[in-house]
């Protein structure tokens, strides 16, 4: 089994498929590559370019339901499950007062739950929400922070934020280089010192942004070991059950310039040595 935590495989929720068509292609694009099983986690709360993404927890639980109906009509072996991509938002606290249903945990199981932060700030409230969900039930899964600025200045907050009980998912893209060096130094530097617990593909498109999860257990595997493939794969198969995963002991992790620069760093001679 091979799972998908974070992916925007839904038509019609966010920037993801537009239509069912789209949808249908994104999803035989995932079987094709091995993937077994993925959440479905649309944007909520979300500001991108000039849209606002806000989505009906119930909603997105109907429309799975149909997807995955299509899905065996279509002779597609995908399994699709709800969830949510959470976004950080100024006014979260209230939220999590007076709309906490709107908090749809993966497989809508009442734990696991995907935060993101925006890519360009890091808001003030991020360490005091996280840990709030974290006091109400709620296992916060902290989604593709490589991007965020302020976090590859500061990476000791991801250890410190782990050491606490915050989960950290980062995207396939990233690891295998998609998304550029930078992303790339760091999310290896990430895993170096045991700070990730899920690789997702974060896919949008079957051809702009596709499932790259296999591609990036791959290079995992051939840089570090099958066992720590192992690990992030069993912990993805964790969430379809609501079990609990496994921690690797954190390492301490230190600011490194080569997140700014592009330029040849050990990190990027790996794959060659190997």
Known sequence: MIVDIHNHILPNFDDGPKDWSEAILLAKQAADSGITHVFAT?????????????????????????????????????????????????????????????????????????????????????????????????????????????????????????????????????VTGLHGKRLKNFSRDLLDHNLVHFIASDAHHYLRRKFELISAYNMIESIYSLQYRTYLEENACSIVDDSNINIYEPSFIKNKTQYFFLYSHPLNLRVEQK
Do not use: W
């Open 42 to 174: 649309p944007h909520h709360k979300h500001h991108h370019k000039h849209h606002y993404y806000e989505n009906d927890p119930q909603q997105i639980i109907k429309v799975v339901d149909e997807f995955n109906h299509i899905l065996k009509e279509e002779n597609i072996s995908l399994i699709v499950f709800s969830g949510i991509e959470y976004h950080l938002h100024k006014n979260i606290r209230e939220d999590m007062d007076n709309n906490i249903n709107d908090f749809l945990t993966l497989n809508n199981k009442g734990r696991y739950i995907l935060i993101e932060l925006p890519c360009h700030s890091y808001p003030q409230n991020t360490e005091e929400t996280l840990y709030e969900l974290k006091s109400r039930g709620f296992i916060p899964i902290l989604v593709h922070p490589e991007r965020n600025k302020m976090i590859r200045k500061n990476p000791v907050k991801i250890y410190n934020m782990v050491k606490k009980g915050i989960l950290v998912q980062i995207t396939a893209g990233s």
